[in-house]
């Protein structure tokens, strides 16, 4: 059974900057396109937000609110993604989850995985 396992996350003054890391774990044959979603408080997972992507090859991609502040990154030989935030705002306050598409044997079908989530907290 694959599992993502985030680390980082906190509270930082506006302005600030944090990391968020997500590695996995358990048995796969690789790892495909590596996400980071936020859902911010009070609503539902299901209308999280799609922060960053970045497919195998390393292309990224960003939502408009993020870009220049943020910055996604992945080792393919440690199958980690990493998301850097800098100059952080109050909106940025949610739960931020990892996510990936994870090709799993003996089916070789791809899956999609999430992390537990981990708490940003921006203040003002």
């Known amino acids: 059974q694959v599992q993502l396992v985030e680390s980082g996350g906190g509270l930082v003054q506006a302005g600030g900057s944090l990391s968020l890391s997500c590695a996995p774990s358990?048995?796969?044959?690789?790892?495909?396109?590596m996400r980071w979603y936020r859902q911010a408080p009070g609503r539902q997972r299901e209308l999280g937000e799609l922060?960053?992507?970045?497919?195998?090859?390393?292309?990224?991609n960003y939502v408009e609110s993020v870009k220049g502040r943020f910055a996604i990154s992945r080792d393919n030989a440690k199958n980690t993604v990493a998301l850097q935030m800098n100059s952080l705002k109050p909106e940025d306050t949610a739960v931020y989850y990892c996510?990936?598409?994870?090709?799993?044997?003996?089916?070789?079908?791809?899956?999609?995985?999430w992390g537990q989530g981990t708490q940003v907290t921006v203040s003002s």
């Open positions: 922060v960053a992507s970045i497919s195998k090859g390393g292309m990224a």
């Open positions: 358990g048995s796969f044959v690789s790892i495909n396109t």
């Open positions: 996510n990936a598409d994870v090709q799993v044997a003996p089916s070789w079908s791809i899956r999609g995985y």
